[in-house]
């Protein structure tokens, strides 16, 4: 079954970190560009970070740059997001999506996770 | 940061009937953008690209037009598992890539 399942999500208060994972199952990983993009409770989208197919390239949405770090295994299909100084503003459902075109990146997003949910609270 | 503004917020229409959701971006992003529909509880799905390019599985009652500034999907005869919230998403200039506040599509 093609699928993109993340993992890491949960409570974690003002200021901690948290790391997330997205295990490819099923599909073509290795290839392609990787994606993070959230939403808060009720609100809309919001793309976090990107990372090249093979891991050598990365870019980050302003408000995580220098917080967030997101790499990758691709020996183990996997996908990683390091989160650290972690803010109540960073409460969202994380989902990890797969960039549309192979090797290269296009910035649309043809598969998708179902997504893991971090709270920030104290 | 190109700001992506979608109208109308809200659209209600009855199955069988068709749905024409706008967005605007504020500045020219070529045909640089897509459409996504997202379901309560769902991670989004991608339905059209570049614009006007049906995503792989997506059927042909959804369209998407324009270029520019102006973007609209059309989704004709609309079926129950239509309703649901749409979102257009940019990639002209990046980073960030941006998405619209969405619109919700509610049965009349």
């Known amino acids: 079954q093609v699928q993109l399942v993340e993992s890491g999500g949960g409570v974690v208060q003002p200021g901690g970190s948290l790391r997330l994972s997205c295990t490819a199952s099923g599909v073509t990983f290795s290839g392609y560009a990787m994606h993070w993009v959230r939403q808060a409770p009720g609100k809309g989208l919001d793309w976090v970070a990107v990372i090249g197919y093979d891991g050598t390239n990365e870019h980050y949405a302003d408000s995580v740059q220098g917080r967030f770090t997101i790499f990758r295994d691709n020996s183990k299909n996997t996908l990683y997001l390091h989160m650290n100084s972690l803010r109540t503003e960073d409460t969202a459902i994380y989902y990890c999506a797969r960039d549309l075109w192979n090797t290269g990146w296009s910035g649309f997003l043809d598969l998708w996770g179902r997504g893991t949910l971090v709270t920030v609270s104290s | 940061e190109i700001v992506l503004t979608q109208s109308p917020d809200t659209l209600s229409l009855s199955p069988g009937e068709s749905a024409i959701l706008s967005c605007r971006a504020s500045?020219?992003?070529?045909?640089?953008l897509a459409w996504y529909q997202q379901k309560p509880g769902q991670a989004p799905r991608l339905l059209i690209y570049d614009a006007s390019n049906r995503a792989t599985g997506i059927p042909a009652r959804f369209s998407g037009r324009g270029s520019g500034t102006d973007f609209t999907l059309t989704i004709s005869s609309l079926e129950p598992a239509d309703f649901a919230v749409y979102y257009c998403q940019q990639r002209s200039n990046w980073p960030p890539y941006t998405f619209g506040q969405g619109t919700k599509l509610e049965v009349k």
């Open positions: 500045q020219s992003i070529s045909s640089y």
